[in-house]
């Protein structure tokens, strides 16, 4: 949205989400060029609960009683929590991203982009995967989510984060160390980077038909497996009208990434070189506990680094941090 503000000639920009912006004031973090993109009188924020039809009928009201040319959604529950209920991704991620479609599909928009995250199992030792590649899902994540027609690799803010961390372990003296290994791939793309490809894509599905799009990048979009078993009931769960299962759809499917061919190791190893520490991985007894019980793994760690940034905070008085402890 920002982008589009700062750099495009669009006439009117909606901003719809859950949480509240007005006046200055918000309960969520907004960046300071978002702030001001959010001040220009052609974009309109609209606090809303897009699970409501009738919510989702009043956000493609356009002011001049047009249709919306284009549209970007970006719904998705539980991105950062891999123990969300598999109902709630049900409701509000498979069915959510179904209605906006359908309304979107009955506005006659241009150009409807949907972005999501790929929860896959992937072998670090296997080529880099290609949109046409049948690849298993990561948890429930992966299948509610597998409705995705561009997307990055992983979420945003999961290198940031990790740089974050090595500020921790140049406080306690120690050295970093991560899980699995250095081969993982973590490939990522940059906002700046995905925002020009993602208006790209909006230039290209919307000055040809869905026939010519299919012909030049569709892909088949097979039955997505869970647990190696392929469910037959959850597109009924979503919706009666969604593609049936003896029927394989297709769609034009892009992945995006950037070219830094970015792992764990290398990852790591900036870390390290950023904060002068010692880098490294756990060792194979770890790694082994972490397949078994990942969230208890995950909870010991965590105290450890909350104990830390807690003492960060008292002794540098910087108190704009997302975990006190």
Sequence with gaps: MTLL???????????????????GTSTIYIDPDT???????????????LNFASNLSKVYYHPRGVSYDIVF?????????????????????AKLAKSIASVSLRRGVKAHIRDTVAFNTVDSNAPPATESDAIKSKGARGYWWS?????????YGSIPSRYALGNVYHYLGETMKLLWGPDLRINTIYVDDWCPAAWKLVQWISSRPRSEANQLA?????????????????????DPECCPRCDTPRAPVFNLVDDTDLNQGKLLRMIGESFKIETGFVNAFINAYARVDLSGAADYITEKHARAIAEIVQK?????????G
């Design 218 to 238: 569709g892909e088949d979009l097979p039955p997505v497996r869970i647990k190696d078993i392929t469910q037959d009931s959850p597109r009924e769960k979503v």
């Design 147 to 155: 409705a995705e027609v561009v997307g990055p690799f992983v979420f």
């Design 5 to 23: 503000a700062m750099r495009s000639r669009s006439k009117h920009i909606r901003l719809a989400d859950k949480y509240l912006v007005l006046n």
């Design 35 to 49: 702030c001001t993109a959010l001040k220009d009188p052609r974009v309109e924020y609209r606090q809303v609960n």
């Design 316 to 324: 540098t008085g910087i108190d704009n941090v997302a975990l006190k």
């Design 73 to 93: 959604d970006f719904t998705r529950e539980g991105i950062g929590q891999p123990d969300v209920p598999e109902e709630l991704l049900l409701e509000r991620t």
